[in-house]
């Protein structure tokens, strides 16, 4: 069973960084892991997921409008890993992260990100 573990968020003041980690497991090797997208999400309590950044097999990196220029997603297949790097980070950021891949599989525990002076 494939699963995801979240790790890397915190509490951090406007301005800062972090740079979230995702271990994906249950994939027979990293090439079988290469051969999905990945995707990192938020949540804020009391509202549905939102994509926040994904990475094609291919290569190619896709933000969504409020991400681009200030998160850069990023992969090891051969350790079956993801990361969000997360610059400039302000108080709307403060939510939930996930990973998963396209299509998605089951959801993990996500990391807290929380962004306050």
């Known amino acids: 069973q494939v699963q995801f573990a979240e790790s890397g968020g915190g509490l951090v003041q406007p301005g800062e960084s972090l740079r979230l980690s995702c271990k994906a497991s249950?994939?027979?090797?990293?090439?079988?892991?290469?051969?999905?997208?990945v995707r990192w999400y938020r949540q804020v309590p009391g509202e549905a997921r939102e994509s926040v950044a994904q990475l094609t097999v291919s290569g190619t990196s896709v933000y969504s409008d409020s991400f681009k220029g200030r998160f850069a997603i990023s992969r090891d297949n051969g350790k079956r890993q993801v990361y969000l790097q997360m610059n400039n980070l302000q108080s709307e950021d403060t939510a939930v992260y996930y990973c998963?891949?396209?299509?998605?599989?089951?959801w993990g525990q996500g990391t807290q990100v929380t962004v306050s002076s």
């Open positions: 249950g994939f027979a090797s990293g090439f079988a892991f290469s051969l999905y997208e």
């Open positions: 998963n891949t396209w299509p998605n599989k089951s």
